[in-house]
């Protein structure tokens, strides 16, 4: 019963953060109102879900999944979007470009109304020219790579979260200002991902002067062993390492720099802020830095949508969980501001009506990127990250 009624309590919250700021709008913008009565009715949305689901990265896309189908729950029991009811239609796509053209074909043959993903930089890169070819709108949680949004290619591209060259900034800054580091090996995963956000970490540094950059390497991804590129850091003489990818890759290398002795700070990115990474890496993972999300759980809407997770789950949500609720929200607020599922119409209003979601009241700037959100630096300690103040 407790469940139940925490249940119903966060479907009413969730509506009032999808419904209740329509009527506000309503005389502000006369000539898309007028639009929208005359769009014909909606009978059902597809939102589809596109990411990893399973592989080495499914932590990441599951969370997403997950909090796409408790808002498509809420805003179903609360009557829909316009009337119409929502469905979920899911694409795994492992992180894997080649893999991502798959399921962005598959999904635009499904007829998916709007698309929330996908989570890898990579495989975002990969599908968006389908999405952009078949006019639909993607938004994901996770995709950092700053060309995503900032090349211009992609207009039907948004995100939920900040892009690499702010992470890096914040990673270096804290390398050099609040560590004091004064000469840096950059390791990356010589993917868009991870070899973006280690560029940007090389450029600010050298551009700083306050330190320098004596080690740029990349390693092949999936690799048993790194012992090639830990001798080198070592034989750098660097006094700390900035690594840009993923968490499998970092676990390995963290783990085979302590067996060496070697304790440098390891400072990294969103992509390594994952628990798996501590749990793969356990002892060998104390102590490193990695750039994620601010710290937003004052947020009201944070509280509805853990609460609606804690009433139907056990433990945490898991990475992202709360850029993907937050993109759900935004992408169904702009259907239903919209009043139809028209391509032109989704982008006004997600880029000139803000919506209430866990990361903040956003709405998206011309290149696509949420106005208002940011990066913290957090440290793993006693088995788990915390921000550091």
């Known amino acids: 019963m407790k469940r139940s009624l925490l249940a119903l309590a966060c479907v009413l919250m969730l509506t009032i953060g999808l419904v209740g700021c ?45 909090a796409a189908k408790l808002v498509v729950a809420a805003v179903n029991a609360a009557g829909g979007i316009n009337g119409a009811q929502v469905e979920i239609i899911t694409q795994d796509d492992q992180c894997k470009p080649e893999f991502a053209t798959n399921a962005a074909f598959k999904l635009v043959s499904d007829k998916a109304n709007i698309v929330l993903g996908h989570i890898c930089s990579g495989a975002t890169k990969a599908a968006l020219p389908i ?28 995100r939920t979260i900040a892009s690499d060259d702010a992470q890096a900034a914040l990673a270096t800054d804290f390398a050099m200002d609040t560590l004091g580091l004064k000469t840096i090996a950059i390791i990356h995963d010589k993917g ?12 600010y540094i050298e551009e700083s002067s306050k330190a320098k950059v004596l080690l740029f390497e990349g390693v092949t ?4 062993d790194y012992s090639a590129v830990v001798q080198k ?4 003489g660097a006094d700390g390492v900035i690594y840009g990818g993923y ?30 990474f501590i749990n793969v890496a356990g002892k060998a993972a104390e102590g490193v830095y990695a750039t994620g999300p601010r710290d937003i759980t004052a947020n009201p809407m944070y509280k509805v949508a853990m609460d609606q997770y804690k009433a139907s789950h056990d433990g945490e949500p898991g990475a992202f969980f709360f850029e993907a609720y937050s993109a759900a929200q935004a992408l169904l607020k702009a259907v239903e501001r919209a009043g139809s599922t028209d391509y032109d119409k989704i982008v006004f209003a997600l880029r000139n009506e803000e919506v209430e979601t866990p990361v903040g009241k956003i709405k998206f700037d011309s290149k696509g990127d949420a106005i208002g959100v940011g990066f913290s630096m957090y440290q793993v300690k006693d088995g788990a990250y915390v921000e550091v103040k």
């Open 22 to 66: 329509s009527e506000e709008k309503k005389d502000e913008a006369p000539a898309k109102q007028d639009t929208a009565e005359k769009a014909a009715p909606v009978e059902k949305i597809i939102l589809g879900v596109a990411g990893a689901h399973s592989g080495d990265l499914a932590s990441y896309g599951l969370p997403s999944a997950e």
């Open 131 to 158: 999405y952009k070819e078949s006019n639909l709108v993607c938004m994901s949680p996770s995709a950092t790579n700053p060309p995503l949004t900032q090349s211009g290619d992609y207009p039907n591209f948004f």
């Open 192 to 203: 868009d991902y991870g070899k973006g956000f280690a560029g940007f970490a090389k450029k």
């Open 221 to 224: 991804p999936g690799a048993v």
């Open 233 to 236: 850091i070592k034989g750098s």
């Open 247 to 276: 968490h499998p890759e970092a676990s390995k290398i963290i783990t085979q720099l302590r067996k060496k002795k070697i304790m440098i700070p390891f400072i990294s990115d969103d992509g390594v802020k994952d628990q798996t």
